[in-house]
């Protein structure tokens, strides 16, 4: 049986602030401001999402208001400036949205908001509807489960398949997040590959390996 919460629908806000296409842009910053979030899912029809509007987007308005564009303004920020002048969501919006789906892993969550730069995502089922939004701070819940769950988990999910005819028990201490193993296994060619399933567990912030080989009669004469 799975314990850790390997995906993102362990971790997601259920509960989302959204806004509709035609919000106004003082209805959206006063939602930001209301609820404390930095971007909020535009949606469209029973709830598929569209766009994203964030902080980011509206403060557009603000950097070009003192400005005069001319045709040396970059190409690129053409579509920025464009949005500077919205008055609804749909104006303001980064579309497509940068979307997720809950049962993507915590991993894939995390490399999707690296690589775009974001701090929150959408969740969305196949049909595009909203499910839930998963934050950073969603994403690092995992590093506040029990260390004493972790030691368990370490022992029933790796430890226990991988030497089920162990003589003595291997030693796992879990401290802060940190999982130190200890003990002597027939084949030390295993070390790494316990290394790396005990840091995919997650919650694990480090290991330390302390496993040996075992002693047999010939090593001692």
């Known amino acids: ?90 104006d303001l919006m980064s579309t497509p949205a940068v979307t997720v789906h809950a049962d993507a892993t915590l991993a894939q969550a995390a490399r999707i908001m690296a690589q775009r730069r974001v701090k929150r995502l959408p969740v969305v089922g196949d049909e595009g509807l909203l499910e839930g939004v998963v934050s950073r701070a969603d994403l690092l819940k995992v590093f506040l489960r029990d260390d004493a769950e972790i030691a368990d988990e370490v022992r029933t999910e790796i430890l226990s398949p991988l030497f089920p005819a162990q003589p003595e028990p291997l030693g796992v201490e879990v401290t802060d997040g940190v999982v130190t193993l ?27 390996m302390a496993l040996t080989g075992r002693m047999t009669v010939r090593d001692v004469g």
């Not at 919000?23 to 994203?52: H, N, T, Y």
């Open 1 to 90: 049986m799975r314990t850790s919460p390997h995906i993102v629908s362990d971790v997601m806000t259920h509960t989302v602030v959204a806004v509709g296409r035609d919000a106004s842009f003082k209805d959206i910053v006063r939602i930001m401001q209301q609820w404390k979030v930095s971007a909020l899912p535009v949606l469209a029809g029973e709830g598929r999402v569209i766009g994203v509007v964030s902080e980011a987007d509206l403060l557009l308005k603000e950097e070009f208001r003192d400005s005069d564009p001319d045709r040396f303004t970059h190409r690129s920020r053409l579509s920025d400036l464009a949005r500077a002048g919205g008055l609804t969501a749909a």
């Open 182 to 208: 200890t003990g002597r296994i027939g084949d030390t060619s295993l070390v790494p590959i316990v290394a790396r399933l005990v840091r995919s567990v997650e919650g694990v912030v480090d290991v330390d």
